[in-house]
Every structure is written in structure tokens, then in C-alpha cells.
């Protein structure tokens, strides 16, 4: 089992930035992908970015060009800068990791933490 605890959401205006961190722990081994989702109230969770392991980063296209992802093997962290913040990046963030057990593929999600963007 992997547990997920992510930080670093809060409030800021419009055009701010905000780093969100995400520390894992438990059975860390054979990790597919680790990335970032987003759920707005009303809205269904969408993918911000991820790092599949030995691929290719990706992004939302929404997030293109200001968001950022990172990750520190040796500290199981994942991170997410957020620059140039908009009212509509307004949302739960949360951290997805997945994990190769074989024939089966877990997936393991933080309890999410708030950003809020105000105009």
C-alpha cells in the first residue's frame, strides 16, 4: 500500500503562484505514473499533469506553459508549481500515483487539498 498526503493549497489572487506538495509512503516499488488531478465543485476530476516512470511528462492544455510538475525519487515527493494562476485553476488537487502489482494495476489518490484562485 502507498499513502498519499498532499499540501501547500491555500488561498491566492489572480496571477499568483503556489507550489503543491505530495509525500508518499508504505510499499513504494514498481511505480507506472505519478501526477496531479484537479476536481472543481460540479465538475468531474481531470488530469492537471503526470510522469509516467521512464515517459514522457504531460499537461493539461489548460495548464500549459505554467504549471509544472517534479519528482524526487530519493524523497518520494511529488510536486506541482503553479504560476500565473487563474479563477478558473479553482479546484481540489489531488496526487495519483500508480503501482505495477503484475496482472493488476493500484491506483492510490491523497485526500486532495484546496486552491482557490480569487479575480
Known amino acids: 500500500q502507498v499513502q498519499l498526503v498532499e499540501s501547500g493549497g491555500g488561498l491566492v489572487q489572480a496571477g499568483g503562484s503556489l507550489r503543491l506538495s505530495c509525500a508518499a509512503s508504505?510499499?513504494?516499488?514498481?511505480?507506472?505514473?505519478v501526477g496531479w488531478y484537479r476536481q472543481a465543485p460540479g465538475k468531474q476530476r481531470e488530469l492537471v499533469a503526470v510522469?509516467?516512470?521512464?515517459?514522457?511528462?504531460n499537461y493539461a492544455d489548460s495548464v500549459k506553459g505554467r504549471f509544472t510538475i517534479s519528482r524526487d525519487n530519493a524523497k518520494n515527493m511529488v510536486y506541482l508549481q503553479m504560476n500565473s494562476l487563474k479563477p478558473e485553476d479553482t479546484a481540489v488537487y489531488y496526487c495519483?500515483?500508480?503501482?505495477?502489482?503484475?496482472?493488476?494495476?493500484?491506483?492510490?489518490w491523497g485526500q486532495g487539498t484546496q486552491v482557490t484562485v480569487s479575480s
Open positions: 510522469i509516467p516512470t521512464g515517459g514522457t511528462t
Open positions: 495519483r500515483w500508480t503501482q505495477d502489482w503484475g496482472a493488476v494495476t493500484k491506483i492510490y
Open positions: 508504505g510499499s513504494i516499488f514498481s511505480i507506472n505514473a
